[in-house]
């Protein structure tokens, strides 16, 4: 169908790496044959999760990571909108990771489920039976979550939640969360 209010629809993904195979698929049948009106963006930081297929019919534009003077401005900004997001200046959390742990009510509630599920764990042995423990629609942002913290407590570098990083960092190995990270990856 055609726009009504403007010359093209513009349908923005964020996070692509996240979509499932069978997704993509449905995803690369618009990209094939598109409508001259729509405008797909996809954003990714993994580029290589993509299927082939669907990479091939896209344009490819890298963005550089902020740098920290390029977070300050943002930061500022944000707190004109009443977002307090200087927390996040010293985190390697991207722009939109940054706003939605700031005011995505899913992501705070995932945060929530991760801190539930190490409050609860017993060994470190039992990092592998977390991913089996989400339910499935969670799993699209459950994983990448907990990745980017074992990320931050491997690389010791500030993540969202210092509570979650400190109860991670003393209970559980650097060479656990290792190790983990191939099963996170997979799942």
Do not use: G
């Not at 990714?44 to 896209?58: E, H, M, Y």
């Not at 534009?61 to 909108?81: E, F, G, R, V, Y």
């Not at 039992?126 to 990320?151: A, G, N, R, Y």
């Not at 979650?164 to 960092?169: A, G, N």
Request: with cysteine; aromatic share 6%.
């Amino acid at each position: 169908t055609l726009p009504i209010l403007s010359s093209h629809k513009v349908f923005v993904i964020l996070n692509a790496e996240s979509i499932n195979e069978i997704a993509q698929n449905k995803i690369l049948k618009s990209l094939e044959e598109p409508n001259p009106s729509n405008i797909f963006i996809l954003t990714t930081s993994k580029i290589d999760k993509l299927l082939p297929t669907v990479l091939s019919r896209l344009h490819k534009i890298t963005i550089p990571k902020l740098s920290a003077h390029d977070k300050q401005l943002i930061c500022a900004s944000l707190k004109q909108n009443n977002i307090n997001a200087d927390k996040y200046l010293s985190t390697d959390l991207n722009l939109t990771e940054i706003l939605n742990f700031e005011t995505n009510e899913n992501y705070l509630k995932t945060l929530n489920a991760i801190k539930y599920v190490f409050e609860n764990l017993k060994t470190s042995q039992d990092i592998p039976k977390v991913s089996s423990s989400i339910p499935e629609f969670d799993k699209t942002l459950f994983l990448p979550i907990l990745q980017k913290l074992f990320l931050s407590c491997i690389n010791n570098t500030p993540f969202v939640d210092d509570y979650l990083s400190t109860l991670i960092k003393t209970n559980y190995p650097t060479q656990a969360l290792i190790n983990s990270l191939p099963l996170i990856e997979e799942t």
